[in-house]
């Protein structure tokens, strides 16, 4: 009877280790297997004017024009910025040795995003590319003019096929999106809101170093051809494919699981870890 009453005990308190460990409400983590960046642009990360810091490895966006640094209650997950489809974008100053002009085998794009109008052109929300020379593309993109939107890759003469290998639709207006480009070298995968939207296949094998450039909110050489008007939230890019269930939990996270390492940071780490609005 003893033992029984002790195996009670043992599994009860297990059970309550459980609950208290592991509330209901606890912060989802975003995968760090692969991640190169991450902008949260939550206050603190930005100076509108200056830059914005990834707070996982330090990489400066130095920011053009005049975005807005938006309140929380606007936002996906903590604060974003909001572009306003004219001038404003944002362009990443790579780390020696460098983490963007690199040979890229695989790589994800992923991002929040609204977009509040569309104005008939192509619009870059965010675009890793050696603009003008337009030889390498990874692009988050939608195209008013054809009412299009989707993951386009470029890699030499081997390129996505707009009018076969993307959406055939306007870009929804006015609602945030998740939306996520994963390339492995062949296979390209485009999902909105965590769920698998399209894909096709680029056989063009690894995108080389070689004037690769990243760009937020616009095309990396910042001619403001290719600007968006809306807001960009959770910008991360990853060194590898995310798979389906990855990218599911990246749509459902708050931050990351582990403190970041960079010592550039100005922020703590309860503000990194905002909560979802």
């Known amino acids: 009877m ?27 983590g975003a995968v760090e297997d692969g991640l190169v960046a991450y902008w949260s642009f939550d206050q603190g990360t930005v100076q509108i004017q200056k830059h914005a810091e990834d707070i996982f490895s330090g990489l400066k966006a130095v920011v053009d024009g005049d975005p807005e640094l938006a309140p929380a209650a606007d936002c996906a997950v903590g604060e974003c910025i909001l572009l306003d489809g004219v001038d404003d974008y944002l362009l ?5 040795p460098p983490k963007i002009d690199r040979d890229w085998d695989e790589i994800t794009l992923e991002c929040w995003v609204k977009i509040n ?13 050696d603009m003008p020379a337009n030889t390498k593309v990874v692009t988050l993109y939608y195209d008013d003019d054809d009412n299009r939107h989707g993951f386009f890759v470029k890699v030499d003469d081997k390129a996505t096929q707009a009018g076969q290998h993307l959406i055939q639709e306007d870009i929804p207006l006015n609602e945030w999106l ?7 070298g ?3 995968n485009y999902y909105v809101n965590g769920k698998l939207a399209i894909g096709h296949k ?41 798979t389906a269930g990855e990218v599911q939990k990246n749509m459902r ?20 870890k905002a909560k979802r609005r």
């Open 186 to 188: 062949s296979n390209v």
């Open 202 to 242: 680029v056989a063009g094998g690894k995108i080389p170093k070689g004037g690769l450039l990243l760009g937020i909110g616009d095309r990396s050489d910042g001619v403001n051809a290719d600007a968006i008007q809306g807001y960009i939230d959770e910008f991360r890019i990853y060194d590898r494919a995310l």
């Open 2 to 28: 003893q033992n029984i009453k002790l195996s009670y005990t043992i599994s009860i308190l297990f059970l309550l280790l459980i609950v208290f460990t592991h509330p209901a409400d606890a912060v989802i």
């Open 178 to 184: 998740h939306i996520v480009g994963t390339y492995d």
């Open 117 to 129: 109008a569309l104005d008939d052109s192509w619009n870059r929300i965010i675009s890793l590319d």
């Open 253 to 272: 996270a708050e931050g990351l699981d582990v403190s970041p390492t960079s010592n550039h940071l100005s922020v703590t780490w309860g503000q990194i």
């Open 92 to 96: 990443v100053e790579d780390s020696d």
